[in-house]
């Protein structure tokens, strides 16, 4: 199993996604920025890399979100998530096909890794 960090970066009512990248697994589908733990490293300090490398921000990582698993995935996933509590400038998309704040409201499962759908349902419920 491999664990993963996501972003629950939140403003006014929505959320940031990011689409993955075609050729990739899950190529095409939204996501939660975030990406895998090296060694040695917190979840909050990845999840603090993961931004910087992907989006060019330097966030202030805050509360743990929630937890999510996709068993299915290939290595398995273990996806833990973080409230983004602001971060010096604006993510810009570097890895990713494209970046989007998406309405709480509107998120839709069909369109998310499976991993991320679970942290979709708990902010739909009004965790945002």
């Keep these: 199993m491999i664990i993963v960090t996501a972003a629950i970066w939140c403003e006014a009512g929505r959320v940031l996604l990011a689409r993955r990248r075609a050729g990739r697994p899950h190529g095409g589908r939204w996501e939660f920025p975030g990406g895998k ?19 060019g921000v330097e966030a202030r990582v805050g509360a743990f979100f929630g ?5 299915a995935s290939r290595p398995p996933i273990r996806l833990l998530a973080y409230r983004i509590d602001g971060a010096d ?8 096909a494209e970046l989007r704040w998406v309405p709480v409201a509107e998120l839709d499962d069909e369109l998310l890794c499976p991993a991320d759908r679970r942290l979709a349902a708990l902010l739909r419920q009004g965790a945002a």
């Excluded at 090296?38 to 490398?53: H, K, S, V």
């Design 37 to 55: 733990l090296r060694p040695g490293e917190t979840p909050r300090e990845a999840l603090a890399r993961e931004l910087r490398e992907e989006l």
């Design 67 to 71: 937890e999510s698993r996709d068993a």
């Design 89 to 96: 400038g604006r993510p810009r998309c570097l890895d990713h």
